[in-house]
């Protein structure tokens, strides 16, 4: 269930799907990014609610036409899933980034990025 999740979340990114990847959402869930936080320093990285997710990836998906993520491994429990994925980005190095989603009925609550 929780690698369905998880499955899911990658397909509407790569699609660049906005409301199909926030249908995954809980509706206060929390994110962090590292890149959030150095384009947006006054969030700390973190930004919580669908309304600051949807803002967030939507000037991610308008600034990055060709931002898409290339799974590698799962790695998941009862509550959680460690994803590990390269970040390709046209023009840019491969980047390869961890994240962790944290899924409570069926629906993402937090998510964490992970990269150098």
């Known amino acids: 269930m ?3 999740v998880a499955q899911r ?3 509407a990114f790569n699609a660049h799907d906005l409301e199909g990847l926030l249908a995954l ?3 206060d ?4 990014s590292p890149k959030l936080h150095v384009r947006k320093p ?3 990285g973190w930004v919580q609610g669908k309304d600051a997710l949807r803002a967030w990836w939507r000037d991610s998906f308008q600034r990055l036409p060709s931002l898409r993520y290339e799974p590698t491994n799962f ?16 023009g840019e190095a ?3 980034v961890g994240e962790v989603l944290e899924v409570a009925d069926g ?3 937090a998510s964490r990025v992970y990269h150098g």
């Open 9 to 11: 979340w990658f397909q």
């Open 75 to 90: 790695i998941a429990n009862g509550t959680a899933v460690f994803m590990e994925y390269i970040r390709h980005v046209e």
């Open 107 to 109: 629906l993402i609550t």
């Open 29 to 32: 869930a929390r994110h962090f």
């Open 94 to 96: 491969a980047l390869r």
């Open 2 to 4: 929780i690698i369905d």
């Open 25 to 27: 959402y809980a509706d």
């Open 42 to 44: 006054e969030t700390g």
